[in-house]
């Protein structure tokens, strides 16, 4: 899958395509997505999809900003990362784009009726915490992958077609360790922040 970075990780958390891309022509993908969203939308919305509601509460239809858009083949294999994810961060000294995880990051995969693998690599959370992080990698009800991560990790997950659209195309990363740079420090950051991720990919 063709990613925008060198680094395999898209700058505006959607994989694969065109830049800028979100959506298929797929019906179907279409409908998966829609769910996603209004779930999100009842959530208070994940980072990237910033329209707070479809409608007044009187049913009056409001208007939404789309910040992303992409089309994409049905049959391709692309990612849109969803909630639980914080804003992409890029040093231009080091030029390396990096993004945080909350405590659970979710992501939708299209997979189009195929197994894929997911690739994720990033910081040792030892630089935040005093014990490794135990991580866990989902689908659905299903645990594809856990980890107790001790290092400068990378992390390559088998994502099976069948649990894959069991759980509705949707991925999520559990960390049990987060941290907020407030409460530490007195940083205005008021983030909660998981894990650092370097590299994330789907192919």
């Known amino acids: 899958m063709r990613q ?14 065109q830049p800028k891309s979100n959506l298929t022509g797929s019906a179907g993908v279409f409908s998966t997505l829609g769910r996603h969203l209004e779930d999100s939308r ?14 007044a ?33 890029y040093n231009r000294d080091l030029q390396r784009r990096w993004r945080w995880t909350t405590n659970r990051a979710e992501t939708f995969i299209n997979s189009s009726g ?13 630089k935040y ?6 991580v866990v990698v989902r689908a659905g009800q299903a645990v594809l992958a856990t980890a ?20 509705d195309g949707m991925v999520t990363i559990e960390t049990d360790k987060t941290f907020v740079p407030n409460e530490r420090s007195g ?15 789907v192919q």
Not at 8 to 13: A, L, Y
Not at 46 to 52: A, N, P, Q, T
Not at 187 to 201: C, E, M, Y
């Open 114 to 126: 195929r197994d894929v693998t997911l690739t994720m690599a990033g910081e040792s959370p030892l």
């Open 148 to 167: 107790d991560l001790a290092g400068d990790f990378e992390l390559v997950v088998k994502v099976p077609a069948a649990a894959l659209a069991a759980a």
């Open 57 to 89: 509460s009187d049913g009056t239809p409001e208007k939404v900003r789309l910040t992303q858009f992409a089309l994409e083949p049905a049959a391709a294999v692309f990612f849109v990362q969803h909630n639980g994810w914080n804003e992409i961060e």
């Open 129 to 134: 915490f005093d014990a490794p992080p135990h």
């Open 4 to 17: 925008e970075s060198n680094e395999s990780f898209d700058p505006d958390g959607i994989g694969g395509g």
């Open 187 to 201: 940083s205005p950051d008021k983030r909660r922040l998981g894990l650092r991720l370097f590299k994330f990919d």
């Open 42 to 55: 009842r959530d208070n919305c994940g980072d990237g999809w910033r329209g707070s509601s479809y409608a």
